[in-house]
């Protein structure tokens, strides 16, 4: 489903002298990992170690993997510009070879014009495509810019929604190609607007409402137990990409002001056990904005996101519910 070309990361490798690489790649191509290891072995005569550990983003390089190769390729995400690593990462797009445009005539229907198109990052390279063929059928189109967390125009992270509330006042709708509902949901929650997704795992476009109900549903189930809980573990991600001391620490004060007893955690993989043996009532993430999200199911201790922590303590409303992001001045 996904064509990935190696030619330019391969030129890279060679440039840099690089004898050992790392290779990272998202979980949905992960049986691919080997053919693409054994093609940037024979093309740039590199040793490749295919990290198996889970690769949800371009910030989640396990910092291990500093100290033992020279360089580390991802495939499948886009960089984040206001990251900077010790060792060269080099970026693999994977493009989506479905094609979109039945889904895209169907989705014209459900939106309202002006629309901001938006897309994954594995999708980023059907942008054009889907801007063309809407502005076809004579639908307005804009484009958003994110903040330095975000590479390229249109592009939303499950962290970062800034290319779709930066022309929140100019659209009346979105569009989002990307699979699952999560990056849709951050953006309906972050601007209050309708978001119809294009998925090119399905056959027709989707709105949120359903995936909406479940999730906030389980949100406020999570917030109300945490309201009983007495002791707060914050947890700060050990990944650089996610690592978020400041907003950590400010959280920490909040608790203490409101009379809780909070210590700060650090965490490079989350895991339900380490959570347990820690033995506090409840939790915060600091790091990855999904993982409290996503995982709910795997948590018998609420696992709060910070803005939920908020609503826990009383000084947000549910009313004001959003997901968390990462913007440039937190990290
Ligand atoms: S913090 Fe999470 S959502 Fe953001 S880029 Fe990293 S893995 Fe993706």
Same mark, same amino acid.
């Given at each position: 489903?996904?064509?990935?070309?190696?030619?330019?990361?391969?030129?890279?490798?060679?440039?840099?002298?690089?004898?050992?690489?790392?290779?990272?790649?998202?979980?949905?191509?992960?049986?691919?990992?080997?053919?693409?290891?054994?093609? &940037?072995?024979?093309?740039?005569?590199?040793?490749?170690?295919?990290?198996?550990?889970?690769?949800?983003?371009? $910030?989640?390089?396990?910092?291990?993997?500093?100290?033992?190769?020279?360089?580390?390729?991802?495939?499948?995400?886009?960089? &984040?510009?206001?990251?900077?690593?010790? #060792?060269?990462?080099?970026?693999?797009?994977?493009?989506?070879?479905?094609?979109?445009?039945?889904?895209? +005539?169907?989705?014209?229907?459900?939106?309202?014009?002006?629309?901001?198109?938006?897309?994954?990052?594995?999708?980023?390279?059907?942008?054009?495509?889907?801007?063309?063929?809407?502005?076809?059928?004579?639908?307005?189109?804009? &484009?958003?810019?994110?903040?330095?967390?975000?590479?390229?125009?249109?592009?939303?992270?499950? $962290?970062?929604?800034?290319?779709?509330?930066?022309?929140?006042?100019?659209?009346?709708?979105?569009?989002?190609?990307?699979?699952?509902?999560?990056?849709?949901?951050?953006?309906?929650?972050?601007?209050?607007?309708?978001?119809?997704?294009?998925?090119?795992?399905?056959?027709?476009?989707?709105?949120?409402?359903?995936?909406?109900?479940?999730?906030?549903?389980?949100?406020?189930?999570?917030?109300? +137990?945490?309201?009983?809980?007495?002791?707060?573990?914050?947890?700060?991600?050990?990944?650089?990409?996610?690592?978020?001391?400041?907003?950590?620490?400010?959280?920490?004060?909040?608790?203490?002001?409101?009379?809780?007893?909070?210590?700060?955690?650090?965490?490079? #993989?989350?895991?339900?056990?380490?959570?347990?043996?820690?033995?506090?009532?409840?939790? !915060?993430?600091?790091? $990855?904005?999904? &993982?409290?999200?996503?995982? !709910?199911?795997?948590?018998?201790?609420?696992?709060?996101?910070?803005?939920?922590?908020?609503?826990?303590?009383?000084?947000?409303?549910?009313?004001?519910?959003?997901?968390?992001?990462?913007?440039?001045?937190?990290?």
């Amino acid at each position: 489903m996904y064509d990935v070309d190696l030619t330019s990361a391969i030129s890279e490798i060679k440039r840099l002298k690089a004898r050992i690489i790392a290779l990272q790649v998202p979980e949905g191509m992960k049986k691919r990992a080997y053919q693409i290891a054994e093609d &940037i072995e024979s093309k740039a005569g590199v040793e490749v170690l295919v990290v198996a550990e889970p690769c949800f983003g371009a $910030c989640d390089v396990p910092s291990s993997l500093f100290d033992i190769v020279d360089a580390i390729v991802n495939v499948g995400h886009s960089p &984040i510009p206001s990251l900077r690593f010790s #060792k060269p990462l080099i970026f693999v797009p994977a493009r989506s070879n479905v094609p979109l445009g039945d889904q895209l +005539k169907k989705s014209v229907g459900l939106i309202q014009e002006p629309v901001g198109v938006l897309a994954t990052s594995q999708h980023l390279m059907d942008l054009d495509d889907v801007i063309e063929g809407l502005e076809n059928m004579g639908i307005k189109t804009r &484009i958003g810019e994110g903040d330095s967390r975000i590479s390229h125009a249109g592009e939303v992270l499950g $962290c970062n929604f800034t290319s779709a509330t930066s022309i929140a006042k100019e659209v009346n709708s979105y569009l989002l190609i990307g699979s699952g509902t999560f990056h849709a949901l951050g953006v309906h929650l972050a601007t209050g607007k309708k978001v119809v997704i294009l998925d090119p795992n399905l056959e027709e476009p989707r709105e949120i409402d359903q995936a909406k109900d479940k999730i906030l549903r389980q949100r406020h189930a999570v917030i109300e +137990k945490a309201e009983r809980a007495r002791t707060f573990g914050i947890i700060v991600g050990e990944k650089l990409g996610q690592r978020r001391m400041r907003r950590a620490k400010e959280l920490r004060k909040l608790l203490r002001w409101k009379k809780k007893d909070a210590a700060l955690i650090l965490m490079d #993989k989350f895991d339900p056990e380490k959570l347990r043996s820690l033995g506090f009532d409840a939790y !915060v993430s600091t790091a $990855c904005p999904r &993982i409290a999200i996503d995982d !709910v199911a795997v948590y018998d201790k609420p696992l709060l996101t910070p803005q939920e922590l908020e609503i826990v303590l009383g000084v947000r409303k549910w009313e004001n519910y959003s997901f968390d992001q990462m913007t440039e001045d937190e990290l």
